[in-house]
């Protein structure tokens, strides 16, 4: 499985644009890139899933480069309740489960 | 369908008890997953299935650990001599199938003590 590399916590304000990237270096042809969502004593919650350049939903963007060892999930206008943790998965096409990492805490400060 | 649901919420144990914990995923959903987390920490995986057969446990899950999911619908954690380091959340997911994002449920909190 790729390891995944993102920063552990990350402060923002209202309104601004964060981007969290995650490095996975040892990707492979057939993974997919996923980012979650978590808030305190809830489950995770899918936010966005790519392979390659940009794709966007109502949520959030994803960037991935051409050689994909890296992403960037990129949440436009936050609020203060996009205080959460954000985890960057490698998943693989095949595989039949996810592993998490300690993913990254965003703090939106007002 | 609401998505997948949990139960209970929260239980609390002393230590040596036995639980068991439920987890209803969405209908059309075959894959089924539990993880635990403790604070801090992004989930760790411990079993999934595929209908009712069980395809995969982590060496996380002991001997005292056991799930089920017997007609394929909804699953079972039993945790049996329970222990204070089985603290933790314990979190259900479904899926469709394989690269399918999960949908996970809100979580049981289990404190030993």
């Known amino acids: 499985l790729a390891k995944t590399t993102q920063p552990i916590s990350m402060d923002s304000y209202e309104g601004q644009e964060v981007n969290i990237t995650c490095s996975h270096n040892?990707?492979?042809?057939?993974?997919?890139i996923t980012w979650y969502q978590q808030f305190p004593s809830q489950g995770p919650r899918f936010i966005i899933q790519?392979?390659?350049t940009k794709v966007t939903n109502e949520v959030a963007s994803l960037f991935i480069p051409a050689d994909r060892k890296s992403s960037t999930l990129s949440l436009p206008r936050v609020s203060l309740s996009d205080t959460a943790v954000y985890y960057c998965l490698v998943q693989m096409n095949r595989d039949d489960k996810i592993i998490f990492g300690k993913g990254t805490r965003l703090h939106i400060l007002p | 369908d609401t998505g997948v649901s949990q139960d209970p919420r929260h239980k609390i144990t002393k230590r040596g008890q036995n639980v068991t914990f439920r987890c209803d995923p969405i209908?059309?959903?075959?894959?089924l997953y539990w993880y635990r987390q403790t604070l801090g920490q992004g989930p760790e995986f411990l079993t999934y299935?595929?209908?009712?057969?069980?395809?995969?446990k982590s060496r996380l899950l002991s001997d005292r650990f056991s799930a089920e999911r017997p007609k394929g619908s909804f699953s079972t954690l039993e945790i049996q001599r329970t222990e204070q380091g089985d603290s933790a959340m314990y979190l259900c997911?479904?899926?469709?199938?394989?690269?399918?994002?999960?949908?996970f449920g809100s979580g049981t909190r289990l404190t030993v003590v």
């Open positions: 209908s059309e959903h075959n894959r």
């Open positions: 040892n990707i492979a042809t057939n993974d997919y």
């Open positions: 299935f595929q209908n009712e057969a069980q395809l995969e």
């Open positions: 790519g392979y390659k």
């Open positions: 997911a479904s899926s469709s199938g394989t690269g399918s994002f999960y949908t």
